[in-house]
C-alpha cells in the first residue's frame, strides 16, 4: 500500500444553500469531500443531502483547511465539530475528543478543564470493616474487601475533594486528600504512629491485610465534617448517589449546591 503524502490532507464542510447552515465538517484526501453526495445511508448528513437535491439545488462544498497532516486535519475537524456541536449532522465525535469539553457543560466546573483536581463522591461503606466514627477521628475513607472496590479508591489523588457520603443517613463531610490510598497496616495516623487495632472501634479494618481483599485507606484532611446522626439530606430532592465506592460529582449541580449550602463551603475556592 502506498504512503499518504505528509500534508495532503485538508478540512471541508458541507453547507445548506437553502439557508447557508454548516451541518457537516470532514476531513479527506483527493475527492473524499465529494463521496456524501451519492450516499444512501439513513443518516441525518445523508437525508440532509437527499432533501436539498429534491428541492432542485446542491450542497456547497467548500475546504476550510488544506496542507495538512493527518493528525492535524482530525483535530481541526474536531475543533469545528465542538464548535457548532447540535446544529451539525456528524455523527462520530472524532479523534481527540477526551481533549474537547463535553457539550453542554458550560454551566459546570470540570476536572482538568476549569480546575486541575477532581470532586468525588465516596461511600463510606460501612459496616464490619470499617466505620464513619473511625474515618472521623483518624482522617481517612477505605475501602477493600476486593479489588473490584479497593482499585476505586486507590484512584484518588492528592488534592482531590472528597464528600463522604453514608447509606440512608446523608452526606457527612467535606476533606481534602492528602496522601494516596495504601493498605491499613501501612497507615499512619497524623503520618507518624501506625493506625493499631486497638484503637479502633471498628477492627475489621485490618482483616486480610496481607491479600488481595486488603482494605485501603486514603488519608484525608476533613474541612467540613459531622457525626451520622447529622448528616446532610433532604428527601425527594434527586440528590445524587451510587452504590459505587468512588464517583465524580461534577456533573450533579443540585447536589453541588446543596453541599456547599449545608456545609458552608464553595467548592471553586476548595480547588484552585
Known amino acids: ?17 437553502r439557508n447557508f447552515e454548516e451541518f457537516y465538517y470532514g476531513k479527506g484526501l483527493g475527492h473524499r469531500k465529494n463521496a456524501h453526495l451519492a450516499d444512501a ?14 428541492a432542485g439545488l446542491e450542497p456547497i462544498i467548500k475546504v476550510i483547511a488544506r496542507n495538512l497532516t493527518e493528525s492535524d486535519a482530525f483535530l481541526i475537524e474536531k475543533t469545528l465539530i465542538w464548535k457548532l456541536g447540535r446544529s ?15 457539550h453542554n457543560t458550560i454551566h459546570l466546573d470540570l476536572q482538568g478543564f ?36 479497593s482499585d476505586q479508591i486507590r484512584t484518588l489523588n492528592v488534592n482531590d475533594i472528597v464528600v463522604p457520603y ?13 496522601e494516596r490510598a495504601r493498605r491499613a497496616h501501612e497507615f499512619k495516623v497524623a503520618g507518624e504512629s501506625r493506625l493499631k487495632r486497638g484503637d ?28 451520622a446522626v447529622d448528616a446532610k439530606w433532604k428527601k425527594r430532592s434527586k440528590l445524587f448517589t451510587t452504590q459505587l465506592v468512588k464517583a465524580s460529582l461534577e456533573r450533579q449541580p443540585k447536589t453541588i449546591e446543596f453541599l456547599e449550602r449545608s456545609f458552608g463551603v464553595l467548592f471553586k475556592e476548595l480547588m484552585v
Not at 41 to 54: F, L
Not at 135 to 142: A, D, K, Q
Open 88 to 102: 451539525l449532522t456528524n455523527i462520530s465525535t472524532g479523534h481527540f475528543a477526551d481533549k474537547f469539553r463535553p
Open 114 to 149: 476549569d480546575y486541575e483536581h477532581g470532586l468525588y463522591y465516596v461511600n463510606v461503606g460501612q459496616g464490619p470493616h470499617r466505620t464513619w466514627d473511625d474515618c472521623r477521628r483518624f482522617g481517612f475513607l477505605s475501602a477493600g474487601q476486593g479489588r473490584k472496590w
Open 200 to 227: 479502633l472501634k471498628e477492627p475489621g479494618l485490618f482483616e486480610n491485610y496481607d491479600n488481595e481483599k486488603a482494605e485501603y485507606l486514603v488519608r484525608v484532611e476533613w474541612i467540613k465534617q459531622v457525626a
Open 41 to 54: 445511508a439513513a443518516t441525518e448528513k445523508a437525508g440532509r443531502v437527499r432533501e436539498i437535491k429534491a
Open 166 to 178: 453514608l447509606r440512608t443517613k446523608g452526606y457527612v463531610g467535606i476533606g481534602r486528600v492528602v
Open 1 to 17: 500500500m502506498a504512503e499518504t503524502p505528509t500534508g495532503k490532507y485538508y478540512v471541508y464542510v458541507y453547507i445548506d444553500p
